[in-house]
């Protein structure tokens, strides 16, 4: 089994909403799942699984940035069997029309991470969401009074940039916003036969740092919360 889960088989759902933040899968559990149990602490990385709606599901943290979700995602996959995942987390906005408390779905995921070009012997990859997934969020969303935005995001492996302007030429190329996980994500998907979506919500703005509010950010993680756990419960 998994070296980095202490899971028992079986006591992971195979739908699962992945953040990056521990302390954020814990709070999806406790506010959303009935009777959440907490199936694995190995180095504070919290795993909950209850039921939402009747349906088994389980939330856990992927740590920050492509290596460390690497880890969790391929055992989540090989040894749990999981069969959809979908990442709740933030990004920061690289265009003007794509706001705070905004939700953006990757259709696609860039990335200036080396992983795959190590992977795929320096050839390039476009990882990209499943279609189902992302077409049944999009509607949910819409349906709750949600902006919702879709298109490619950038899975960056940098979070301080050393040049700060760099974002510019991605966003002169449509990206829409700046993350650091879910290109890895939707590569384990593909390689495994497996559904992943990456779902965010706009934390902040490269473009208008200004927009930047603290309770916006949390309004826009719970109404993310509630789109992935209908997302998942909608579809058989």
């Known amino acids: 089994m998994s070296i ?3 899971a028992k088989a079986g006591e992971i759902a195979p739908d699962l909403l992945l953040p990056g933040d521990p302390l954020r899968a814990k709070f999806i559990a406790e506010t959303y799942f009935d009777n959440p149990k907490l199936v694995n602490q190995i180095r504070g990385m919290y795993c909950y699984t ?3 709606k009747g349906k088994p599901v389980s939330a856990m943290g992927s740590g920050m940035g492509q ?3 690497s880890i969790y995602v391929n055992e989540l996959y090989r040894d749990y069997d999981v069969q959809r995942i979908i ?4 990004c920061g906005s690289i265009q003007p029309g794509v706001k705070i408390k905004d939700l953006v779905l990757a259709q696609s995921a860039c990335t ?13 990859y ?10 049944t969020a999009r509607n949910l969303g819409k349906n709750m009074g949600q902006q919702v935005h879709v298109g490619s995001i950038l899975s960056s492996d940098t979070f301080y940039e050393a040049d700060p302007d760099l974002w510019k030429l991605w966003a002169k190329y449509g990206v829409l916003a700046i993350e650091m996980e879910t290109a890895e994500l939707y590569t384990l998907a593909a390689q495994y ?14 473009v208008d740092p200004s927009e930047d509010v603290l309770q916006d950010r949390e309004k826009g993680f719970r109404a993310m919360a509630q789109v992935a756990l209908d997302t998942l419960n909608s579809l058989d």
């Open 4 to 6: 980095h889960i202490e």
């Open 87 to 90: 990442r709740v987390g933030s």
């Open 112 to 124: 200036n991470s080396a992983v795959n070009k190590h992977r795929f012997r320096g050839m390039d």
């Open 50 to 52: 209850g039921t939402y």
């Open 67 to 69: 290596p460390s979700l």
């Open 193 to 206: 036969g497996r559904k992943a979506l990456g779902l965010l919500t706009v934390s902040d703005s490269l």
């Open 126 to 135: 476009a990882p990209h969401g499943d279609f189902d997934l992302l077409v």
